[in-house]
């Protein structure tokens, strides 16, 4: 079955540093990838999408990278800033649209001064 | 953007009784709205579909008698824990999609914490 998967559980860094989140899926028939971050007690908020026909795609700090080949996504968080702290799910959507989503396990983000 | 909200933001209730939820969708109008719940330090797990005018799409293992989805409008959806138990304590999250996009991007609401005494 279809499924998404992160490789860790917890990223701990320091301020400034460079966040990389990643998240492997097993299934290719998706059409879209879609990163959320979770502070504590808030529901998720969309932070980056890709569609499956890009490589990478940019946004303000955070940049979303697609290997097809190896079934892996990634989030790239530049500058981290202790605000960054969160949990973060990826997450995927079939081809067609008003589908529900396949949500990963989650990656906690620990972003110390 | 595209805004979700719940209420109530918490709730505290006994065991027995009943509560509902309020999902809305503030600024665009949604057929289809989707109802989570989370446990701590776990990830979501979609409970049911909730579709405007039709009966609402449960996930396998969801007691749809024990979880009342009633999608009356466009913008309103409301999930009702019936008979709530210390076990249906958690964090409930409503999400839509804005139709804007096509239906690729969901948005979520806050949440709302439920505790069962």
């Known amino acids: 079955g279809e499924s998404v998967g992160l490789h860790l559980p917890t990223l701990s860094v320091q301020e400034g540093d460079n966040s990389i989140i990643n998240c492997a899926y097993s299934?290719?028939?998706?059409?879209?990838f879609i990163w959320y971050k979770q502070e504590s007690g808030k529901g998720p908020q969309f932070i980056i999408d890709?569609?499956?026909?890009?490589d990478k795609r940019q946004g303000q700090r955070v940049t979303v990278l697609l290997n097809k080949t190896v079934k892996h996504l990634s989030l790239q968080i530049a500058a981290t800033q202790p605000g960054d702290s969160a949990v973060y799910f990826c997450?995927?959507?079939?081809?067609?649209?008003?589908?529900?989503?396949?949500f990963g396990t989650g990656t906690r983000l620990l972003v110390s001064p | 953007g595209a805004v979700v909200s719940q209420h109530p933001s918490w709730v505290i209730c006994k065991s027995g009784t009943s509560v509902k939820i309020e999902c809305r969708s503030l600024?665009?109008?949604?057929?289809?709205m989707f109802w989570y719940r989370q446990f701590p330090k776990q990830s979501l797990m979609l409970m049911a579909t909730?579709?405007?005018?039709?009966?609402?799409?449960?996930e396998q293992g969801v007691e749809k008698d024990k979880f009342l989805i009633n999608h009356a409008s466009l913008t309103l959806s409301t999930l009702t824990v019936t008979s709530a138990h210390p076990e249906d304590s958690s964090f409930y999250i409503c999400?839509?999609?804005?139709?804007?996009?096509?239906?690729?991007?969901?948005?979520f609401g806050p949440g709302t914490r439920l505790l069962v005494l």
């Open positions: 909730s579709n405007e005018g039709s009966k609402a799409t449960y």
């Open positions: 890709i569609r499956s026909n890009m």
């Open positions: 999400s839509a999609y804005p139709p804007r996009d096509g239906g690729k991007t969901q948005y």
């Open positions: 299934n290719s028939a998706s059409d879209y």
């Open positions: 600024d665009f109008q949604a057929t289809t």
């Open positions: 997450a995927k959507s079939p081809n067609t649209g008003f589908q529900k989503l396949v």
